[in-house]
């Protein structure tokens, strides 16, 4: 530096700035370090910044005066640093300057010329706020503060000598210039031209926030004051930011995951890329009661890698997809973690300064100052980094709930034997929010080491070796924590089997409802849910029995690696003494300890959960597929074709279907009549490319329209269920109408065809479910209809109605190609074709009359409906309504007892009015089951009730409230009665014992380091040692009593009880509530808001006391230590009161809506399992998946600025 700024300007003079009154800096420090600090800055950062501008183009921003005035004075900023230059080469006649005095301006001109240029440059990509070039002015204007003061000082004492004006002069203008470019760079730039238009009505402020509002969440400052004036409500939410939605998240997630498989599929070429994830194939693996299938379930997720040795990573899709994201926040945590360790240093030299004699006053201020600034800065940047953190937990969940919807809509039936839709539904809410929980702290994994690292470092700078006895007990608590992290993973596979087992009971439940209530069968169902939910509490039980031992170790590590190294410290050497430096600077090294030791252990648990979640997903994701290419659509001269055709529902089980030949002729009319489970249903499945395709070819020409056995109906309107996403057409809606005989019924419905259908249609008939559904495929215009035994629901008159004006070859559909399953013989006679199936193949194929003079099966089937027939043409004269049907679609989700008990197909016995046509898809029930009517005497009741319901209003379905203000005492009051008066209370005083004895141990390290000043530090080491030996271990006692006594008895009593009064208040609720309340709804509070229950109520309960005790213990020993304490925090006091009071009231608001837009997710994608077959069908899958994606951004919607409030 001596070559730089010549023997008369020294680098560093300790006098002057360390030992004096009125510091000051030399001027050649000031000349190289402070005025090329921000330089280097801007020249590091510009290539990078400048790739990211090149990358990325937002527009063009014209010119404004703003953009003029910051050009200006970037310009004005060069000629004045050369001004400096070209003032120094005129000095060198009188004498020779320094090198610093050409260096310093040469490097400030170039790198204000940067900056202009990059101001430019901003403007033509579109960047409205500029984080780099705030920083470098802000850098700028810090590093200039000091010079300015010296030029003033200089003004002042060399006041008779003649200062050097012109630099002086420079300098001033050179301040006020850059000051003006950093309050221009506090504000926005105007939108840019040429950018995608902005058309929502009320769009994120942080799109166009600034960098300085952006680092503080300012902008969210405008909802925050909303919701504490009044309760948010959902219109008052910013729509999703673009980046953050599902349309872009999901494809960014899928196009990883089709990388992953195709590398599989590249890597093995002779195995599927599919997962072979599978149960064995069970007879009861759709009853209610089928836990014995569990078992085998387990040992897939335990060891998965010896049924699919080459599955695809899901965590590889993830980190690739959206670790770039997550690595900034990764960064920012980096940072984080550096300035943590500033404190201590300057800590210590703060209490170096109150021991020393002499010092100038002003280090004391400026070592606060010091410690104020970091802990800011410590806070900016902390936040910025769980702010990424969120985020990226959000697009996560995000894109793993798109992920799994558009998979369930392409699963195969053999897949949905080991995948119900409780358990999907576990994966979308459950598993999905582990990622989201893990991606908080995942930062911890490298964090955490680097910390305790950093601190052993610096407490072995202090202590010396001692630390080592520190070391020690931290190595010898990890293999207990290996242990507790292994078991713990066990129980949790266990337990969400248990989760997933109760949940798909609850599906069932709530699909059979009205069959239960009918049956009364309340009480067993009760009882079947509460002995799955009391294994699922057994093995939580265990998981915190394990947890209490891991929170209490990690706790207490802290604090024993505290004991051991001033234990050891103390004892090894006389000349080692514990004085008030050490102890305290080693203290809050402890403490900055504390936090990854604390962390570790729910970073680890999070893992092993999110482990076991991955796995689940990464199977439920790696399931065969349906092939589109199974069914050939460009079709030949007929209208359906199958040529040796074998199909079967799972490739491991045996052909339901084998040598099907059949050529359906353009707009013709095809019966398929057959006995009980002969295929009649399967071939219209075959057709549709539902099937395993084994043999043979299959094509199908034209669009398609299909009719279930069991009608589909939506959660919307009549005329949507009709439409169902074709525009509207008044005079073709009112011909469809008349065709399938619902004018009547537009008459008695509330809002006629704007009349809101509940969930799976449970608001209509049988009969007017199945006319819904046939309105729809007419409506549809499809070259094909399949139509599956769509008469088997409505009354002999209106199926004579619906065949002669629709299906018939007078009716809407006359040119038409026509499948029809049926039984009606009567209807016979008026076909083109016949197709007779027997046991899964074809057994005759003609007319009416050719198969008649056969005298085969046709006969025979002919023989055995007869009875049948004669019943229903007598049913025809009698005028009579639809009758409700006994059994609901998915009644009991197919419970196995109903179809032991079904009645079959006898000669002998006719005794039976109507026969149940049960078509088997597969082992799960995938396929709708149809019961059909039963008697007359049953047919006659319940359907005039059900028609006669009053509606007083035409929306059925109501929207989920929300409640609004505060949380009431009464919610708090009901969970302490669940968790039990007495016990609430014993658990709050043993935390307040807890946080005493940690207070009290750091109250007698205090006394201990006094004994440094009086010279008894080796009289009581025992005594001093044992004491705080002692406060340690009752802290440490208390806590493991505390979690014991916390979460494995009272929080899990009063989670089995909420869940128990829960249960039965839904179960005991009236048919009318399940009327207007979606399954979904319901499914959300038995899943998420029980997990909630479960394990995130005791664990903020845990942190909240612990909190509170600690900073109540704190503040109650800072004012009777220092009663001038009071002074400050009283006012601290009213201030954080007000603040907690102005954002929780918007927070808890944000996580109110965030609850109730989460229940329309499950419901949409529960009735899209059920209807997938329809959706596939017809065609609308893409619909279907845009919105599932709206919802999920809805429920989104509030989540994100949730997160932002907490900021």
Same mark, same amino acid.
């Given at each position: 530096m001596e070559r730089l700024c010549g023997a008369e300007l020294p680098f560093w003079e300790a006098n002057l700035t360390l030992h004096s009154d009125r510091p000051d800096l030399p001027q050649c420090f000031q000349l190289t370090v402070l005025a090329w600090l921000p330089c280097i800055y801007l020249w590091a950062a510009s290539p990078f910044y400048l790739l990211y501008l090149h990358r990325n183009r937002r527009g063009y921003i014209m010119m404004s005066i703003k953009n003029r005035v910051k050009t200006a004075c970037g310009l004005l900023l060069w000629v004045i640093c050369w001004a400096d230059l070209f003032y120094t080469f005129h000095q060198r006649a009188q004498y020779s300057p320094p090198p610093v005095f050409y260096v310093t301006p040469l490097v400030l001109g170039m790198t204000m010329l940067l900056a202009t240029f990059l101001i430019q440059l901003e403007r033509l990509r579109g960047v409205q706020s500029s984080g780099v070039l705030f920083i470098f002015w802000f850098l700028s204007v810090l590093c200039a503060i000091v010079p300015f003061r010296s030029k003033i000082l200089q003004l002042y004492s060399q006041s008779e000598e003649k200062s050097d004006a012109f630099r002086l002069t420079t300098f001033y203008l050179y301040f006020v210039l850059i000051l003006c470019e950093l309050i221009l760079c506090c504000f926005n730039e105007r939108p840019p031209l040429f950018s995608s238009v902005v058309t929502d009505p009320n769009p994120c402020p942080e799109n166009t926030a600034g960098f300085l509002s952006t680092m503080t969440f300012w902008w969210?400052?405008?909802?925050?004051?909303?919701?504490?004036?009044?309760?948010?409500?959902?219109?008052?939410?910013?729509?999703?930011?673009?980046?953050?939605?599902?349309?872009?998240?999901?494809?960014?997630?899928?196009?990883?995951?089709?990388?992953?498989?195709?590398?599989?599929?590249?890597?093995v070429p002779n195995v599927s890329t599919q997962a072979t994830y599978s149960k064995p194939p069970s007879a009861s693996t759709n009853h209610v009661g089928g836990a014995e299938s569990s078992p085998e379930e387990a040992e897939v997720l335990l060891s998965g890698h010896k049924a699919a040795p080459h599955q695809p990573s899901f965590l590889r899709a993830l980190v690739r997809a959206f670790g770039p994201y997550f690595l900034i926040g990764s960064a920012f945590k980096f940072l984080q973690d550096t300035i943590t360790f500033v404190n201590p240093q300057l800590l210590s030299m703060l209490i170096s300064f109150t021991k020393q004699k002499g010092v100038p006053d002003w280090w004391g201020y400026a070592l606060a100052f010091l410690m104020f600034f970091t802990a800011v800065l410590q806070t900016l940047i902390l936040h910025q980094h769980f702010q990424y953190c969120f985020v990226t937990g959000m697009n996560v969940r995000t894109a793993i709930v798109g992920a799994i919807y558009r998979k369930s809509l392409v699963i195969t039936n053999a897949a949905k034997r080991s995948s119900t839709v409780g358990e999907v539904v576990n994966l979308m809410s459950v598993d999905a929010q582990r990622f989201m929980d893990l991606t908080t702290f995942l930062n911890m994994l490298w964090s955490a080491p680097l910390q305790i690292m950093l601190a052993l470092y610096f407490l072995w700078l202090k202590l010396g070796p001692s630390v080592l006895a520190g070391v020690a007990v931290m190595i010898l608590l990890i293999p207990l924590n290996a242990f507790i992290a292994m078991k713990t993973r066990a129980y949790q596979v266990e337990q969400m089997r248990y989760k997933d087992e109760r949940i798909k009971l609850m599906n069932e439940i709530l699909n059979g409802i009205k069959v239960l209530k009918l049956y009364a069968w309340e009480k067993s169902f009760i009882d079947k849910v509460l002995a799955i939910r009391q294994k699922e509490l057994h093995v939580l039980r265990k998981t915190a029995f394990l947890g209490a031992?891991?929170?209490?170790?990690?706790?207490?590590?802290?604090?024993?690696?505290?004991?051991?190294?001033?234990?050891?410290?103390?004892?090894?050497?006389?000349?080692?003494?514990?004085?008030?430096?050490?102890?305290?600077?080693?203290?809050?090294?402890?403490?900055?300890?504390?936090?990854?030791?604390?962390?570790?252990?729910?970073?680890?648990?999070?893992?092993?959960?999110?482990?076991?979640?991955l796995k689940r997903i990464q199977n439920f994701l790696s399931h065969d597929e349906l092939d589109p290419e199974s069914v050939d659509r460009k079709g030949s001269e007929f209208a359906a074709t199958i040529i040796n055709g074998k199909f079967t529902w799972d490739k491991q089980d045996t052909p339901v279907l084998h040598n099907i030949n059949m050529m359906v002729p353009q707009g013709s009319l095809l019966a398929v009549v057959g006995h009980v489970g002969c295929g009649k249903s399967s071939l219209i499945s075959a057709l549709l490319g539902e099937m395993e395709k084994l043999e043979g070819e299959v094509s199908v020409r034209g669009s398609v329209a299909y009719v279930p056995q069991q009608a589909w109906i939506q959660n919307a309107t009549l005329r949507d269920n009709i439409l169902f996403g074709k525009p509207y057409q008044e005079a073709k809606y009112r011909c469809v109408l008349e065709a399938c005989a619902l004018t009547p019924d537009l008459e008695v419905l509330p809002g006629g065809d704007m009349t809101e259908i509940g969930e799976k249609g449970i608001n209509l008939s049988g009969g007017q479910r199945q006319r819904v559904s046939l309105a729809r495929a007419l409506y549809s215009d499809a070259d094909v209809y399949l139509l599956d035994d769509p008469l088997s629901a409505v009354d002999a008159h209106v199926a004579k109605h619906i065949f002669d004006h629709l299906i018939g070859p007078e009716g809407a559909?006359?040119?038409?190609?026509?499948?029809?399953?049926?039984?009606?013989?009567?209807?016979?006679?008026?076909?083109?074709?016949?197709?007779?199936?027997?046991?899964g193949g074809v057994s005759e194929m003609g007319s009416y009359q050719e198969l008649l003079k056969q005298n085969g099966a046709f006969a025979e089937f002919l023989r055995n409906y007869s009875l049948e027939d004669i019943i229903e043409e007598d049913e025809a004269t009698e005028d009579i309504l639809e009758e409700e049907e006994l059994f609901p679609e998915d009644a009991l989700s197919n419970h196995t007892d109903i179809v032991d008990n079904e009645p079959t197909i006898n000669e002998a016995k006719r005794s039976f009015l109507r026969q149940i046509s049960i078509i088997s898809a597969d082992s799960e029930g995938a396929r709708c089951r149809s019961v059909r009517r039963h008697t007359c005497s049953q047919k006659k009741h319940g359907e005039p009730? $059900?028609?006669?319901?009053?509606?007083?209003?035409?929306?059925?379905?109501?929207?989920?409230?929300?409640?609004?203000?505060?949380?009431?005492?009464?919610?708090?009051? $009901?969970?302490?009665?669940?968790?039990?008066?007495?016990?609430?209370?014993?658990?709050?005083?043993?935390?307040?014992?807890?946080?005493?004895?940690?207070i009290g141990a750091n109250v007698w390290l205090s006394d201990w380091t006094n004994d440094a000043n009086t010279n008894h530090t080796q009289e009581r080491v025992n005594m001093r040692v044992g004491v705080y030996a002692a406060l340690g271990i009752a802290q440490g006692l208390?806590?493991?009593?505390?979690?014991?006594?916390?979460?494995?008895?009272?929080?899990?009593?009063?989670?089995?009880?909420?869940?128990?009064?829960?249960?039965?208040?839904?179960?005991?609720?009236?048919?009318?509530?399940? $009327?207007?309340?979606?399954?979904?709804?319901?499914?959300?509070?038995?899943?998420k808001d029980v997990d909630a229950i479960d394990s995130h109520i005791p664990e903020n309960i845990d942190i909240w006391m612990r909190t509170f005790w600690y900073t109540l213990n704190v503040l109650l020993i800072c004012c009777a230590l220092t009663p001038m304490f009071l002074l400050v925090i009283v006012p601290l006091t009213l201030l954080y009161w007000w603040v907690q009071r102005f954002y929780v009231a918007t927070s808890r608001q944000l996580k109110r809506l965030e609850s109730v837009s989460r229940s329309p997710i499950y419901s949409h994608f529960s009735e899209t399992v059920t209807g997938c077959s329809v959706i596939r069908a017809y065609g609308r899958q893409s619909a279907f998946v845009l919105m599932s994606d709206t919802k999920v951004d809805e429920n989104q919607k509030s989540y994100y600025p949730g997160i932002v409030s907490n900021r």
């Open positions: 969210f400052t405008s909802m925050a004051i909303k919701g504490y004036k009044n309760p948010l409500e959902a219109k008052d939410l910013w729509s999703l930011n673009q980046r953050d939605s599902s349309k872009s998240m999901v494809p960014k997630l899928l196009k990883e995951w089709d990388k992953e498989l195709a590398k599989v599929k590249s890597s031992l891991s929170t209490m170790a990690w706790t207490s590590a802290p604090f024993l690696v505290a004991l051991t190294t001033f234990a050891v410290y103390v004892t090894v050497d006389e000349n080692n003494v514990l004085d008030a430096e050490k102890a305290f600077v080693s203290l809050s090294l402890f403490n900055i300890l504390r936090f990854p030791l604390n962390m570790l252990p729910q970073v680890i648990s999070s893992m092993v959960q999110a482990s076991v979640s559909l006359k040119g038409k190609t026509r499948i029809l399953v049926t039984h009606g013989i009567s209807f016979l006679p008026q076909v083109d074709n016949i197709m007779v199936m027997v046991e009730q $059900e028609k006669k319901k009053p509606q007083e209003v035409d929306k059925l379905i109501q929207a989920e409230t929300t409640e609004t203000g505060k949380v009431k005492v009464t919610v708090y009051l $009901e969970y302490a009665k669940a968790v039990g008066l007495a016990l609430s209370v014993i658990i709050c005083l043993l935390y307040g014992c807890q946080s005493a004895a940690a208390f806590l493991l009593v505390n979690c014991l006594l916390c979460r494995a008895y009272s929080m899990l009593l009063a989670a089995k009880i909420t869940h128990r009064k829960l249960l039965c208040g839904v179960l005991r609720a009236p048919q009318t509530f399940f $009327e207007s309340t979606p399954t979904g709804r319901l499914l959300n509070r038995f899943s």
